[in-house]
């Protein structure tokens, strides 16, 4: 009798290794993202969906991973797999509208954004207002991009692209304005001194737009937009 039971004791420990392998698979892949161990959480994550192929977490995760290393065709074909699974999960058609965002698909991205019904996420009108942005729509992006401030002014990102959208406008007193907001939030942030670079150039502040540039560089050496600005302010070729 004992040894019936330890041999039926070892058959559902043997039944359940692979369930437990696989979990653990879908465990490390969220951890190696987490960690920002992309490749590796593609590796992970891969795996598990070889066997589970119903799981809408491995393919938001794989979306998520594919877009921190710009494979965004990846990414939206992952995403658009973890919407076909859970539909209604707004955190996926966030992604899956930034994929289709950096595809150059603007519409595709603005119609799935539009059909959330959050209000709370600053996230969802900060897309919203890089795609007019990028449409050329100036009030319709500066309109989303203060919904999001609004909700979040702890948001450097946010600062930063509605400084942009009034640089792009000419408008660089109040890019001014939000860019010192946002380099106050976080002060290691390269593209932010850049951004003021361009701003002070433009006020004819020569001294403070050199300052800015190389503040950029010192903390991205390999930052090319603000190595080109530097170059173009000293006449360098």
Known sequence: MKKNILILLFLVIIMISPIINAANLLEQG???????????????????????????SVYYYLGLSHLKIK???????????AKDINPDNYKIILNLSRAYYHLVKYEKAKSHLEKLNIKTDEQIYNLLGLIYMQKDSFQKAEENFKIAMNLNNSNYYVLNNLSYLYIKNGDYKSAKKYLIKAVNLEPEVAFIYNNLGIVYENLNEYDLALEYYKKALEINVDYIKAKNNLKRLKGEK
Do not use: R, T
Request: hydrophobic share 35%.
């Open 71 to 81: 494979e965004y065709s990846l990414a939206l074909n992952s995403l658009k797999l």
């Open 30 to 56: 969220i951890n190696f993202y987490n960690q920002s161990k992309y490749q590796e959480a593609i590796e992970k994550l891969n795996s598990f969906a070889i066997n589970n192929p119903k799981n809408s």
